[in-house]
Each structure stands twice: as structure tokens, then as C-alpha cells.
């Protein structure tokens, strides 16, 4: 009966469905007509636009205040009650985020991809849906881990030169490069 499950939707296709339901005027029957997929598949695509860092934080807030919203509409029950129960549960989304990685094939695409781009950071995450949180530890791990070569990490530094002050951006690559090394080292001495 349902032709799709919440892992066939692509980062976008979660982005536009997390977007339009933070509106208050996007549910579950309007998902439905456009996808023909479950309610599940509906909640799934909703936990997973903030758990795998695909909404930024303001989208975050208006899908929490929708479903606080949604929820005082079909149960009647006290406003700070179901405030109180749906902060934790998006906090809890917005916690599991912040231990969210790329794999290690999309997290070279994706840092690749930002090196050869001319857009800032917050531009370049709104059009590759992803936040900057996730951008950034993408970014470490594929220096530290050395999945880019040298090449892309200098690319890397002048980009961030355009965008941040020279000294913090000296600092903050002195600092990943070192990392670099002493994980070759080690993984050289293993």
C-alpha cells in the first residue's frame, strides 16, 4: 500500500515536509496527498529533520510550537503541560543532533563540494540542507581523519579567510592540522 518509507526521502525532500509542517498549515492528510506514505513514514521524516541536522534552529522552534499547537487541538489538554512534554522531546532531537555525522562518503562530498563554492557558510548550508553545526564537524573529521587531501585543506583555509578574521582562522587550522598529523602518526603506529 505505501510505496515509501522515511529512509527512501532524500536530506530535501525532509527539509520541504519539516518546513511546511513548522507553518501550522502542513499535517499529516496533506502529507499523505502528496506522498501516499503512513503516518509513521510523517513522524519519522519530522523527528529525523532535526536529529540528522537538516532544519536549521528557527524551524526547530515553529515545528515544536506546531505540535504543541496540533496537539492542544485534538486533546484539550493544558497548554504548559504539552509545552512542557514537547520541549523535552525536541530537546531531546536537538541533543541526539549534536552527535549526528555524515558518513565518511558523504562528508567528502559534502566538504568538497563547500571547498570548489563561493557561498558562505549559513548560505551553503540553507541550499545543501544541513546546519552549520553539522557543516563544521564534517569539516573537522575530514581533516583530522585526513579524507580530504592537502589541496582541499588549504582551499578550505583561504575560503574561511574570506568569511572570518585571519588570527582565529590561523589559529583554528594550526590547531586541526596538528591533529591531522598526530592521528597519521598514530594510526602509522598501530
Known amino acids: 500500500m505505501y510505496k515509501r518509507s522515511a529512509s527512501d526521502f532524500f536530506r530535501g525532500e525532509i527539509f520541504i515536509v519539516a518546513s511546511r509542517y513548522s507553518t501550522g498549515t502542513y499535517n499529516y492528510e496533506?502529507?499523505?496527498?502528496?506522498?501516499?506514505?503512513?503516518?509513521?513514514?510523517f513522524y519519522t521524516?519530522?523527528?529525523?529533520?532535526?536529529e540528522k541536522c537538516i532544519v536549521p534552529l528557527d524551524i526547530v522552534v515553529a515545528?515544536?510550537?506546531?505540535s504543541v499547537n496540533n496537539s492542544y487541538k485534538k486533546t484539550g489538554i493544558?497548554?504548559?503541560v504539552l509545552e512542557e512534554k514537547t520541549f523535552r522531546t525536541y530537546q531531546s532531537r536537538l541533543n541526539k543532533s549534536t552527535k549526528f555525522e555524515l558518513s565518511k562518503e558523504e562528508s567528502f562530498l559534502l566538504v568538497v563540494t563547500y571547498s570548489?563554492?563561493?557561498?558562505?557558510?549559513s548560505d551553503f548550508c540553507r541550499r545543501h540542507f544541513c546546519t552549520c553545526a553539522l557543516l563544521d564537524r564534517t569539516i573537522i573529521n575530514c581533516i583530522i581523519y585526513s579524507w580530504i587531501d592537502d589541496t582541499t585543506v588549504e582551499t578550505l583555509r583561504r575560503k574561511a579567510y574570506k568569511f572570518n578574521n585571519a588570527d582565529d582562522v590561523d589559529t583554528l587550522f594550526d590547531k586541526l592540522l596538528k591533529s591531522r598529523e598526530e592521528f597519521k602518526l598514530s594510526k602509522n603506529n598501530q
Do not use: G, H
Open 30 to 41: 496533506d502529507f499523505y496527498r502528496d506522498y501516499m506514505c503512513s503516518k509513521n513514514t
Open 63 to 66: 515545528m515544536k510550537n506546531t
Open 116 to 121: 570548489r563554492s563561493s557561498l558562505s557558510k
Open 78 to 80: 493544558s497548554r504548559y
Open 45 to 50: 521524516i519530522l523527528k529525523w529533520a532535526v
